[in-house]
């Protein structure tokens, strides 16, 4: 199945985004969760993950401006921005990862559409 992000859109630097990305069953609950962006011309870069018992990571450049959070009851993926930087703009999507732990293999089958963030300055 694949999973679709949401809540991108243009904002001006020292703003904020939510992005939500939509799962369904006990994919939240069984399977570590990502977020990774892609900016033009950039390789694929981590962002944010969520492994099963709720342990969360982030890249160092969003270190202390986003947040990731799940709600299992709504099947729903979260990454709260902000303070966002001209640099955050690229298209953000989510993923699952093939285990419990987000150190086990990408299940890329899982990429859908992506929602694109803009930062102005």
């Known amino acids: 199945v694949q999973l679709q992000a949401s809540g991108g859109g243009l904002v001006q630097a020292g703003g904020s985004l939510r992005l939500s990305c939509a799962t369904s069953?006990?994919?939240?609950?069984?399977?570590?969760m990502g977020w990774f962006r892609q900016a033009p011309g950039k390789e694929r870069e981590f962002v944010s993950a969520?492994?099963?018992?709720?342990?969360?990571y982030y890249a160092n450049s969003v270190k202390g401006r986003f947040t990731i959070s799940r709600d299992i009851a709504k099947n729903t993926l979260y990454l709260q921005m902000n303070s966002l930087k001209p640099e955050d703009t690229a298209m953000y999507y989510c993923?699952?990862?093939?285990?419990?732990?987000?150190?086990?293999?990408?299940?890329?089958?899982?990429r859908g559409r992506g929602t694109q963030v803009t930062v102005s300055s």
């Open positions: 993923l699952k990862y093939r285990g419990a732990s987000i150190f086990t293999p990408l299940d890329y089958s899982t």
């Open positions: 069953g006990r994919t939240l609950n069984t399977y570590g």
């Open positions: 969520i492994s099963w018992n709720s342990i969360t």
